[in-house]
């Protein structure tokens, strides 16, 4: 009986996480309650509180769940070579639920979004510091705030889905849709890459220099 016990433990400690996944995305934290997923799952609140303790053990387990993974995957990236920029498909959760999570962590404030953001953002230092280094110099001001910027205008599109989604005539957090975002992106980068080269940009490069460009 005791290991039969175990698994339907497990089973529906996995159920209630994914039921709270899915309304947490669709809500937020502060609408979302207990009662809310116990319902929606079909179990008594007393065992969503077995398995998760309270509303904040429960919403930690979804962090770990839709962002620990990714987030991981981003802190390893930091800690070795950067090869690329950090914020592209491969840094996005494996099922669709996890990205509606963490579209709406973003913008909730969850520590764990917060963690990635930070995370993926010193991956993007060392990629622009590697790629120009006379542009962009390891540590300095210049080069923090472009990678934060960076991440700002790559997590962005998930933040801002629903609009994307409405212009592109797909859901674009749908795993069959997600390449028109990396597709949208690599398009703006090559169109930037020409403006560039253009007389227009050169005399934009004539402007006092940023904020980004003075270091402390």
């Not at 039921?19 to 065992?47: C, P, Q």
Request: charged share 20%; with cysteine.
């Amino acid at each position: 009986m005791g290991p039969t016990r175990a698994i339907d433990d497990q089973t529906a400690r996995a159920r209630i996480r994914d039921v709270a996944l899915a309304l947490l995305a669709e809500h937020g934290v502060a609408a979302t309650s207990i009662r809310g997923v116990a319902d929606a799952a079909g179990v008594s609140t007393g065992l969503v509180q077995h398995h998760f303790g309270s509303k904040a053990g429960l919403v930690q387990a979804c962090d770990d769940f839709a962002i620990g993974a990714v987030l991981d995957q981003a802190r390893r990236a930091a800690a070795g070579d950067a090869q690329q920029p950090g914020f592209t498909a491969q840094m996005y959760p494996a099922s669709e639920a996890s990205v509606r999570y963490l579209a709406r962590a973003l913008v909730d404030g969850s520590p764990a979004a917060a963690e990635l953001f930070d995370s993926g953002a010193e991956l993007a230092e060392k990629w622009l510091s590697s790629l120009c280094p006379d542009r962009f110099p390891a540590g300095s001001g210049r080069v923090r705030n472009a990678a934060a910027v960076m991440g700002a205008m790559h997590l962005g599109t998930l933040v801002l889905h629903t609009h994307l989604s409405r212009r592109a005539g797909a859901d674009v957090l749908d795993r069959e849709h997600t390449t028109l975002v990396s597709a949208g992106i690599f398009d703006v980068y090559g169109a930037m890459a020409e403006f560039l080269a253009t007389p227009d940009a050169a005399a934009l490069r004539m402007t006092p220099a940023a904020e980004g460009d003075r270091d402390e």
